[in-house]
């Protein structure tokens, strides 16, 4: 972001000056939210899952939701300052992906802008979770039981869940509720329910 601060100097009834300043971004940065994404009224901090990202869901939880048994799961470096989270299903049942992106400053905005740039081959606005806007996504190239979730944590920062599953997983056709429902989880996990 260019931000140009200009420092001006205004004099108060006494005479002595006193510094104000104004500033002006450049024509190219935009304020947040834009593109038509909807605004996040209260904001979550995610520190404390930045680098541990696996720590959003139990074993039992991501069984649970996952339709398989899980194998193991692992922290690891998603470039741009991201650390993602994989849990992998037993017997091919498919594999779960998370983190917040720290790629983008832009949180939604920056999902909502692709779309309307028309660089997504679907996008569709989820139900608020736990008060906090979201939208399911594809890039292009996705298999049918692949889906990209993405929930708005603040205006700036979003969380990403990825549900990738295998054809023979008994919830192959619903990947867009499995990864709604990780997100859930870690926005409970991040508001400490």
Avoid at 47 to 66: E, L
Wanted: some cysteine; overall charge negative; aromatic content about 4%.
């Amino acid at each position: 972001m260019t931000l140009v601060l200009v420092a001006s100097c205004s004099s108060t009834s006494s005479g002595t000056p006193t510094p104000t300043t104004s500033s002006s971004v450049a024509q190219n940065e935009k304020s947040l939210p834009y593109a038509g994404a909807p605004g996040v009224a209260t904001p979550l901090d995610s520190s404390k899952i930045d680098q541990d990202p696996c720590s959003v869901a139990t074993p039992a939880q991501i069984s649970s939701i996952s339709g398989g048994i899980l194998k193991n799961s692992s922290k690891f470096d998603a470039g741009a300052g991201s650390v993602d989270c994989a849990w992998v299903l037993a017997d091919g049942l498919g594999r779960l992906t998370t983190g917040v992106a720290m790629e983008t400053n832009a949180g939604l905005s920056s999902i909502y802008d692709k779309n309307v740039k028309k660089q997504l081959t679907s996008f569709k606005a989820i139900p608020a979770i736990d008060g906090h806007p979201g939208v399911a996504f594809a890039n292009g190239g996705e298999a049918s039981t692949v889906c990209n979730v993405a929930v708005g944590l603040s205006d700036s920062r979003i969380y990403l869940a990825i549900a990738n599953l295998g054809p023979r997983n008994p919830k192959a056709d619903n990947p867009c509720g499995i990864a709604t429902d990780l997100a859930e989880l870690a926005v409970q996990h991040l508001k400490g329910a």
